[in-house]
């Protein structure tokens, strides 16, 4: 109420100055809020309907996005013509007047995207004409056919980039890009072309970057475009990629043919710098060992290339797969999500260089470690999502895994690995064999060796930080299992018992582990042997979801902590707020629902939750006299009934009992004051006791 004065006479205020100067609100409006800072002028998203006339002349760069413009009118831009830069992004653009750029002859670069710019091409052609100088030019978005932007691109020599995305071109001939002799960068995303003539780049001799993404294009072959740096032809129905025989030498390092239907591993340049080749979705597999003597010796594929009325045909053994590719510079290999059966002998020796290789859901059936294979280079390497059931290392190799820094062997059906595999591969910091049934070295005492083939000893990996085992129907583990590593992240959830009960086995991680899961491992405890992880000094993440647990842990001195899990447990009593106080400085986060808690003992809830943020309370529930409350809705303070259960019973039973006692000792006392001679002598004569008196 105090305010309200305040308030009205600022209310009288603001009326007074608008009645006294109406003027310069409608000034600001039909100007706009146009920010200005070094040249720059932005005047996005601020309603204009035309071009405000009113900005420094000097202005290089002008902002014009999201205003409601339609047109462009000959001359609105006369007042700048220092103008470098200028963008129109999503101005309802149809017109734009053939004079409109007739003063920029300075422009460098010019967006237009997302406007409607197809209805009156011709005019924007004519006024694109002017602009001699410009470098680029974003077309995108404005539901354009091949024919308007070969008219609109004619003559625009000086050009470096363009991008002609979402529009909707369908064919591609030698007449699009003709004169565009600068053209660096040409982007052809999103539109739907299915067919690209011979010869239709021909006139791009600067071309290095072509993006032809989410396009319908069929095929490619005869690919020759050799002074190009990177191909993106992701996202098309690829059947083949074949690239133009001959000695010729290819500049392209990128080439991005994932998402698209090959069947056969793309028939690269012969010589080229190719670093990174992405395949991923497809259809891939290699064939000759699926086909042996039993068939034909030479499958082969005949391409008819058609140019005009000249026909020549290319010849391809199909069985040559990568054979003629030159592969030598290559560093990243994406062939994830293919039907890879095997690598054939010599495949990856061909990539010397190779350091990044994913080989993620395929159907590979075995690995086979030789000198080169893979090479020494590698270290990244995904063979997760395989039917991976053995990995071979020839005999008396040493170095084969000499760089390797990652190792994904997740989901395959391996049942161990050969004893030596990560003997030398010093650099080894991460190995996922989640979701394979292996067990790990050494046994424990009286377990058959017959019984499982092979263990996996991570014993004395010095480089290891991150070990994921998760799902692998692991056994107790040894308290050495982990000797010798100093592993930051481990994960050994979903393996039932793998703890059997105690912390024993990752003491010796204790110093240096920041990550651990232990999600579905059965472990339980109870008052007296209470979880301790007092000693795990640097941990920040512990996941004890889904287990037994029905004290809370022990934290003491562990001040690391952030993120603690406890969700589908058997906690029936919050934390108590000296265990939650020992956290309080650096746990953020904790999961406490999905646990059968009594009502009755989460008082102080709302303590715990100043203290951390309790990431799922509005799933907490807690069980009062078999009612399911959401702990949210508990009112205020304990319940009622817990009060009562909370009072000594004695003390309950005293307070019953005592007015009653009280009541009989009176009523005794009136009684026998009223009655006291009577009832002696009633006694007397009753009992015939010998007086005394
Ligand atoms: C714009 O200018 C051109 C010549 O530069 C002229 O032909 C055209 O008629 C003008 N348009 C308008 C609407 O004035
Ligand atoms: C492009 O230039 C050629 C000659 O250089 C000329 O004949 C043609 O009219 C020009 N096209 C446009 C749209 O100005
Ligand atoms: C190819 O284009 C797609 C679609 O824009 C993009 O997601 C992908 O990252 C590009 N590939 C490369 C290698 O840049
Ligand atoms: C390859 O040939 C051998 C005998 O030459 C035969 O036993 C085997 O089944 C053949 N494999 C395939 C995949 O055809
Ligand atoms: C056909 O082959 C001839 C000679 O090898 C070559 O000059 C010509 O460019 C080829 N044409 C096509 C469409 O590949
Ligand atoms: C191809 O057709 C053109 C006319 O369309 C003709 O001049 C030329 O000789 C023909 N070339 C061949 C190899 O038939
Ligand atoms: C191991 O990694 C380090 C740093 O990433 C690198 O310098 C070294 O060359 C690698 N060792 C081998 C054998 O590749
Ligand atoms: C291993 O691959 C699986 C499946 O592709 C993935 O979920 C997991 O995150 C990968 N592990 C590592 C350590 O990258
Ligand atoms: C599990 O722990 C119990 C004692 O707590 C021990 O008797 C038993 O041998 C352990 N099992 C294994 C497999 O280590
Ligand atoms: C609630 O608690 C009672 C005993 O206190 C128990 O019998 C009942 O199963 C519990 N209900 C739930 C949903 O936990």
Known sequence: MELLPLWLCLGVHFLAVEWRNPSRMVMAASQGDCKLLDGVADCRGQNLVSVPSNLPPSSQMLLLDANPLKTLWNHSLQHYPLLESLSLHSCHLEHIGSGAFQEQARLRSLALPDNSLSESYKETAAALCRLRGLRRLDLSGNALTEDMVALMLQNLSSLESVSLARNTIMRLDDSVFEGLGHLRELDLQRNYIFEIEGG?????PELRHLNLAYNNLPCIVDFGLTQLRSLNVSYNSLEWFLAAGGEASFELETLDLSHNQLLFFPLLPQCSKLRTLLLRDNHMGFYRDLYNSSSPQEMVAQFLLVDGNVTNITTVSLWEEFAS????ELRFLDMSQNQFQYLPDGFLKKMPALSYLNLNQNCLVTLHIREHEPPGALAELDLSQNQLSAVHVAPGLRSGLRSLRSFNLSSNQ???VPAGLFADASNLTTIDMSHNQISVCPRPAGVDPGD???????????SLRRLSLEGCGLRALQDCSFQGTALTHLDLSGNWGVLNGSLAPLRVLAPTLQVLSLRNVGLSSSSTTELDFSEFGNLRVLDLSGNALTTFPRFRGSLSLQTLDLRRNLLTALPQRAVSEQLSGSLRTIYLSQNPYDCCGVEGWEALQRLHTVADLAMVT???????????????????????????????YLVLILPSCLTLLVACTVIF???????LQVIKSRCHWSSIY
Do not use: H, I, Q, Y
């Not at 590719?325 to 030598?328: A, G």
């Not at 499982?452 to 010095?462: G, H, I, Q, W, Y």
């Not at 959401?630 to 009562?644: A, F, I, N």
């Not at 004051?673 to 009832?679: N, S, V």
């Open 200 to 204: 239709a780049f021909d006139s791009l």
């Open 325 to 328: 590719s030159d592969l030598s």
């Open 414 to 416: 391996l049942l161990g």
């Open 452 to 462: 499982t083939p092979s263990c996996v000893d991570f014993r004395s990996l010095a």
């Open 622 to 652: 807690c069980n009062l006299s078999s009612k399911v409350l959401r702990l949210t809705e508990l009112p205020r303070g304990v319940p009622l009934d817990c009060k009562w259960e909370r009072v000594d019973m004695g003390l309950l």
């Open 673 to 679: 004051l009223t009655f006291r001679k009577p009832l």
